[in-house]
């Protein structure tokens, strides 16, 4: 019984984390396509530069969001 309810546990887990990578990474998309709508304004070199910190942000976000990915699968096969 124990078992099962181990087992129960992991799963229910495994499923929150899924839906939390693929919440965030939606919410990840919106930020970047808004980010590549500015590509075609004039705006200040400033504005430019923070534009690009942030998308620099929103790579390395959904590089940390594939290795989770990654770990969860690694975790699931053992």
Do not use: C, F
Request: aromatic letters at 4%; hydrophobic letters at 35%.
């Amino acid at each position: 019984m124990n078992k099962v309810r181990i087992e129960m546990a992991d799963n229910q887990e495994e499923d929150y984390q899924a839906r939390v990578r693929h919440d965030l990474k939606n919410k990840i998309q919106i930020i970047q396509g808004y980010l590549e709508l500015t590509e075609d304004m004039d705006l200040p070199e400033e504005a430019e530069e923070l534009i690009s910190k942030s998308a620099n942000a929103v790579e390395e976000s959904k590089d940390l969001l594939a290795e989770w990915k990654r770990i969860q699968l690694r975790e699931e096969s053992e």
